[in-house]
């Protein structure tokens, strides 16, 4: 009789921690910083007919050859020159708990795998590689090798369609 106690005391203390005790919080998503120098506005769409759906296509007027700066700390993964295809030059900066972003369609590099960057270290160049119509950022951000909504300093970006984005924060 004692045992079944002991048992029953057991089970009801550990069925109680279970509600009591909070859960493990997720890893926090890095606060991600628009990806070009500070104070300088550019135009970023959204459509759905993107590939992938949540990617941004950032341009301004003479940009090919303007520099594109990490948008959070992290450590290059991969630098990579696809060809006339897909993202063309590309890199991709991996910011920890499954978080990583992809820059797009670079006219050159700047940065090397392995390297560790920093908000604002530039990373490459804007330009027209691998399957683009013409120069632009391509930009994306990857939770776990899924595309995820964008979000600069905690706020989400336009979807579908085109606004203006300017890097203010951190300047």
């Known amino acids: 009789m004692g045992s079944r106690l002991t048992n029953f005391l057991g089970i009801a203390v550990l069925a109680t921690a279970a509600f ?49 700066k990490a948008s959070a700390p992290g450590t290059v993964d991969v630098v990579a020159n696809l060809g006339d295809t897909s993202y063309g030059r590309y890199v991709r900066i991996n910011h920890g708990n499954g978080y990583t972003t992809y820059y797009a369609h670079l006219s050159g590099f700047n940065v090397s795998v392995n390297q560790s960057v920093d908000y604002g270290t530039t990373i490459g160049y804007v330009g027209n590689s691998g399957g683009s119509s013409g120069s632009h950022l391509h930009y994306e951000q990857r939770l776990n090798g899924s595309d995820i909504k964008v979000r600069f300093n905690g706020n989400l970006a ?3 369609g085109t606004q203006n984005y300017t890097r203010t924060v951190g300047c």
């Open 158 to 160: 336009l979807y579908w």
């Open 20 to 68: 009591l005790v909070p859960a493990s919080p997720a890893a926090a998503a890095p606060t991600f910083r628009v990806p070009f120098p500070c104070n300088q506005t550019w135009s970023g769409q959204t459509r759905a007919t993107h590939s992938p759906p949540y990617a941004i296509d950032f341009n301004r007027a003479d940009d090919h050859g303007d520099p594109v």
